[in-house]
């Protein structure tokens, strides 16, 4: 709640001494309400706490609105897009573009018309044409906007396809070497995705677009930890990370218990067969001390899934305490108005 009324005072002042004397009698100024309420809509305050700029959410908005009539979840290339930061795209060798392009699968073209990537560009951007967009003009806008707004659009899909090798387990030497990008910017924009993928989250709860914002929910760590869906609880043990998490896989030991409930040997046999820790020095005191370190590492790992996994039983137990304490609550106030006379 605002107060007004002091302020429409000193502003009816103000302009009191900055207007002429006509000789006349002032006009009786209008009546104020003496409190005013300020509400924000659901898009403000999703704007508000999602930390967005207001243009770049206004824009994730009307994506979000558009992909909600037709959001294609036969591939998750449609929600890496909407969960890439168009500000932060990668720059496209447009004739690897649009080869890449030419190879997409029938869904994943599908997604590519439906966020608005066109072959027609991609062959003009290739050859080198720079000039207006005939097929994509909007009314009233300069054709240099037009471009740029829809060049952006094709940099922001080139980036969710890196975006997707790298939640796809793809090792980011080999996305680098594809997408013509150094790693260390692939690794800034894997964690700048992650976190625009909790802002778009957050915009989405507030929005009430519950559905949307479960589907970011499941994105956000995969984005993060850079693994398919299967590995994400593996990756909650510490020491274990996408490559490890593969392995864990492979050998069938596919939750936290199954680790923690497996020997040193059998988790330090698993990180020997990756070649991690191989070294072409043939000396005897260096190799005891790498099968110390492999060690170590096993025994970190089998630790820190046992930690995990007691963690979780704690909080069960603790859920399970206050449920109860909930349920004795609602009991003894049901039974206290029977107990009267």
Known sequence: RVDVAAASVQTRAA??????????????????PPEATLLSTPLGDGVVHSSLKPDE????????????????????????????????????????????YERLKPRDRAVASAVGVSHEFLLKQSMGHRGPISSCTTPGMDWRQDRERVTLVHRRFWTALALRELAGEASPSRV?????????????????????????????????WHEMAALFDCLMPRLSFGVASEGLELCRIPGVYPARARAFLDAGLTTVE?????????????????????SHCTDAEV?????????QVAQRIVRGAQ????????NLEDEAEEEQRRIRRALSTRASPAARP
Request: hydrophobic share 40%.
């Open 57 to 100: 959410a206004l824009s994730v908005f009307e994506d979000l609105q558009r992909s909600r009539k037709g959001l294609c979840l036969d591939t998750d290339l449609h929600l890496i897009f909407l969960a890439t930061p168009a500000l932060q795209a990668l720059e496209p060798d447009w004739s690897r573009f649009l080869a890449f």
């Open 176 to 208: 680098a070497s594809t997408f013509s990008a150094p790693r260390g910017a692939l690794q800034s924009l894997q964690g700048h995705s992650a976190t625009y993928c909790g802002m778009v989250r957050q915009l989405c709860e507030r929005l009430r």
């Open 15 to 32: 302009i009191g001494q900055s207007l002429p004397n006509t000789g006349h009698p002032p006009t009786a100024p209008a009546a104020h």
């Open 287 to 295: 190799a005891r001390h790498q099968e110390v370190v492999v060690r």
């Open 258 to 278: 199954a680790v923690a409930k497996s020997s040193t040997s059998k988790i330090e046999a698993l990180l020997r067969s990756m070649a991690q820790f191989e």
């Open 307 to 314: 930690d995990r996994l007691g963690q979780d039983f704690q």
